[in-house]
């Protein structure tokens, strides 16, 4: 299985469910690991073959600014279904991470995995 991946791409929106959250943008960490079969692409050497990192990046950017969730799971669990929907990846696993929420932690988050991972 190959995996494309994208690590550590910051946005800011508004999450959470205290008061003082809903009235300030908070920068959000995303790793996404996404099955592909890069055999096609490799072979070709054609970027609309692959599984285009910066679209994919650019989506979940567009959508995330937009949010306004209370729970970082419901914003996980809706850029997973964009990632496999729209660029129809089988399998994906997404940790989303909220620096600095609680003290003494430098991140506090969810990783979750959806779809079949490819053997």
Same mark, same amino acid.
């Given at each position: 299985?190959?995996?494309?991946?994208?690590?550590?791409?910051?946005?800011?929106?508004?999450?959470?469910?205290?008061?003082?959250?809903?009235?300030? +943008?908070? !920068?959000?960490?995303?790793?996404? #690991?996404?099955?592909?079969?890069?055999? /096609?692409?490799?072979? =070709?050497?054609?970027? *609309?073959?692959?599984?285009?990192?910066?679209?994919?990046?650019?989506?979940?950017?567009?959508?995330?600014?937009?949010?306004?969730?209370?729970?970082?799971?419901?914003?996980?669990? +809706?850029? !997973?279904?964009?990632?496999?929907? #729209?660029?129809?990846?089988?399998?994906? /696993?997404?940790?989303? =991470?909220?620096?600095? *929420?609680?003290?003494?932690?430098?991140?506090?988050?969810?990783?979750?995995?959806?779809?079949?991972?490819?053997?």
């Amino acid at each position: 299985m190959d995996i494309v991946f994208i690590e550590d791409l910051r946005i800011d929106t508004v999450i959470g469910i205290y008061d003082w959250e809903r009235r300030v +943008r908070q !920068t959000l960490s995303f790793d996404l #690991e996404m099955a592909f079969d890069n055999t /096609r692409p490799a072979a =070709s050497d054609d970027i *609309a073959d692959t599984l285009n990192y910066k679209d994919v990046s650019k989506r979940l950017i567009e959508y995330v600014q937009a949010s306004s969730f209370g729970l970082v799971e419901t914003l996980a669990e +809706r850029c !997973t279904a964009i990632v496999r929907e #729209e660029f129809g990846v089988a399998w994906v /696993r997404l940790k989303l =991470s909220k620096p600095g *929420a609680v003290r003494g932690a430098r991140s506090v988050g969810v990783r979750i995995e959806r779809g079949v991972r490819p053997g």
